[in-house]
């Protein structure tokens, strides 16, 4: 596993154009010659595989400024060659990662997508923000929102549990994206198996209950988009009738 992300980081360096500090010197310019030092095939087609990936580095180091150190690259590209185990902790792993992909430039498609869904976002906060000084809202610790629209008596679902429920999702303008009651007939899943904000919601709930629920962007879908209706950022409202814990 650790020899793994050995080769994601190489290969995140460049397929993300993460790379840094323009080397002091140009990339020789092949010779018309043949090589004095490359006799053998494999020689040369390993020199070759190396070379090429030394110019895309290269090239991604003209146009970004992040600071690369040749000689930790060449020692990571050496060790996972040879077997070695990744020096980095899973946690050093994990940050490096982050921060290569923040780094990573963005087309212009992931431009208006991170536009779209700052405009969404602000809506969803600000709607959450109103909605919650109602006196029959209630808000828990992960900021999700949810109005008791009818008390259960039955049992109470776990995370692990399986639920019949009935329900209704729109967004905050209204819109209505996905319903059971348009169908006549209820859902059956697993309630560790849906978007955050379902899994927390549901397990507040008894047999024959039936809220509302208010779920913050980043308890729902994040900040990418849904099919045709559910744009990036979006806060979304279920109301969700559970029926039955399987």
């Not at 490359?38 to 003209?62: C, F, P, R």
């Not at 060659?81 to 087309?107: R, T, Y």
């Not at 900021?143 to 729109?170: C, D, F, M, N, W």
């Not at 208010?214 to 109301?239: C, D, K, M, W």
Request: glycine share 8%; with cysteine.
């Amino acid at each position: 596993m650790k020899q793994f992300f050995a080769v994601v980081v190489v290969l995140c360096l460049v397929s993300f154009g993460v790379v840094a500090q323009q080397p002091k010197t140009e990339p020789a310019k092949p010779k018309k010659t043949k090589s004095s030092i490359l006799k053998t095939n494999e020689e040369k087609m390993s020199y070759l595989s190396g070379y090429d990936l030394g110019l895309k580095v290269s090239a991604n180091v003209k146009t970004n400024k992040f600071p690369l150190r040749n000689s930790s690259f060449v020692l990571g590209i050496k060790e996972a060659l040879e077997g070695k185990e990744n020096q980095m902790s899973p946690e050093e792993i994990k940050e490096c990662m982050d921060i290569f992909q923040k780094m990573a430039p963005k087309s212009n498609d992931d431009q208006k997508l991170a536009a779209i869904s700052e405009k969404y976002k602000k809506e969803g906060a600000e709607f959450l923000a109103a909605n919650g000084k109602k006196d029959s809202v209630k808000t828990t610790a992960s900021g999700l929102q949810y109005k008791i629209l009818r008390e259960g008596t039955g049992a109470v679902p776990a995370e692990t549990s399986s639920v019949t429920v009935h329900y209704r999702g729109q967004l905050i303008n209204g819109v209505v994206f996905d319903e059971s009651y348009a169908r006549k007939e209820p859902s059956t899943f697993k309630v560790n198996q849906v978007i955050k904000g379902w899994t927390e919601g549901v397990m507040l709930m008894k047999e024959g209950a039936k809220f509302e629920f208010y779920i913050p962007y980043n308890l729902a879908y994040g900040e990418q988009p849904v099919g045709q209706f559910i744009p990036p950022g979006s806060t979304l409202i279920f109301v969700v009738e559970l029926i039955k814990v399987n």
